[in-house]
């Protein structure tokens, strides 16, 4: 008599049957994860945690990613992105060496700073001459135009 094991019932029930007939004709069905190690290619053998910065790292990507649109929230999260791709480049250099990863990261680091400049120099404040601010004060502000409008 033929023996089933994990591997067979589970990946040929996926592959041959859909997957919301299988809930409605058989109920709920738990694949154990033995059955797609071959399939997927999945670790067998789990390392342990990466390092410190590494983990930093993430940890300042999620916060980053986490921000509101605003104005101020993109400043703070290109602010988080730099910090968490330094962290990436230190690790990239000190701990896997892996030269590809640290100037992947270096670029990453550039054009977050780039873009940092390019939100910071939108939000300055824009100055006029006193004439424009008179012409302000006779022409717009009697009919309650705000002075963010008119820059």
Same mark, same amino acid.
């Given at each position: 008599? $033929? ?8 990946? $040929?029930?996926? *592959?041959?049957? +859909?997957?919301? !007939? ?5 109920? @709920? ?9 071959? &399939? ?6 789990? !390392? ?5 910065? =590494?983990?930093?790292?993430? &940890?300042?990507?999620?916060?980053? $990613? %986490? ?13 988080? &992105?730099?910090?968490? *791709? +330094? *962290? ?7 701990? %896997?060496? %892996? ?8 670029? =990453?680091? +550039?054009?977050? &700073? =780039? ?11 824009? !100055?006029?001459? @006193?004439? *424009? ?12 135009? +705000?002075?963010?409008?008119? %820059?």
């Amino acid at each position: 008599m $033929y023996e089933v094991t994990t591997y067979d019932v589970p990946i $040929y029930f996926i *592959f041959r049957h +859909s997957f919301w !007939k299988a809930l409605f004709i058989f109920g @709920p069905i738990f694949i154990p994860f033995s059955s797609f190690e071959g &399939l997927f290619g999945w670790c067998h053998n789990w !390392k342990e945690f990466q390092h410190w910065l =590494f983990n930093t790292a993430h &940890l300042f990507f999620f916060i980053s $990613y %986490a921000l509101p649109t605003n104005r101020y929230g993109l400043i703070c999260m290109h602010t988080f &992105l730099i910090v968490g *791709f +330094s *962290f990436l480049s230190s690790w990239a250099w000190r701990v %896997a060496c %892996a030269p590809d990863i640290f100037i992947w990261n270096l670029f =990453f680091i +550039s054009i977050n &700073l =780039f873009q940092l400049i390019y939100v910071l120099y939108q939000s300055r404040p824009v !100055k006029f001459d @006193p004439d *424009f601010e008179e012409v302000y004060t006779n022409l717009f502000e009697p009919f309650k135009v +705000s002075s963010d409008r008119r %820059a």
